[in-house]
């Protein structure tokens, strides 16, 4: 029988910050990546000096420049986190923002059985649902099965056993359900990140996709605080997670 997945989000990777020795600048800023965006919004206006008491500190000057919209600065930083215990149905939410870069298991390679599913909420919650749910997924791997048995047997003249292989997965695949678990590893910038957030965050998005990008949100916090410090996470009735910012409406 097929068992649940469930989402495990992990941040791989972020920018490092190495500053140039030999401009007098130093900086209180909490992580690599906010020092990145401090150091390109001052190298724009060689302001190292810190002319304006306001904005002396890594903080304030985040808070100032999300402030006026200067989010061309986020776009230097960036972060990588590896997504699993998604559905593939999701996957195809995720990759329609094209600014993300992407490596994503392949279905031609790993049979179902050896994959988990993604049950939407709404059916996990309901045992006479979930049963139902786990009948037809289990139907479409025998159906899988036999269909993928019956392409080899087809192309048997073929020469090549990996091209075989790979042609007889590729076409069965077909048939397999949107709820199959993938992963994926999702790299993007600052800003990329933050509109992403900003549009599948709210309350109104599909859950599935909404629990990711909660998720995402918090270990991104963890890489640039301020950054991202104006995103509020907030429960739903339902018990998942939404996120809101004021400044959304500048994507």
Known sequence: MAQASHLHVQLVAHSQFHPPTDIGWETDAATDPEALVEFAGRACYETFNKPNPRTRSNDAYIRHIMEVGHLALLEHPTATIYVRGISRGATHELTRHRHFSFSQLSQRFVHPEESEVAVPKLIADDAELSQVFFRAID?????????????????????????RRKQAHQAAQAILPRATESRIVVTGNFRTWRHFIGMRATEHADVEIRELAVACLKLLKTAAPTVFSDFEIAALADGTEMATSPYVTDF
């Not at 139907?139 to 091209?163: I, S």
Request: glycine fraction near 0%.
């Open 139 to 163: 139907n479409t791997r025998l159906a899988y099965d036999e269909l993928l048995a019956a392409l080899e047997l087809k192309l048997r003249d073929e020469p090549n056993a990996v091209l």
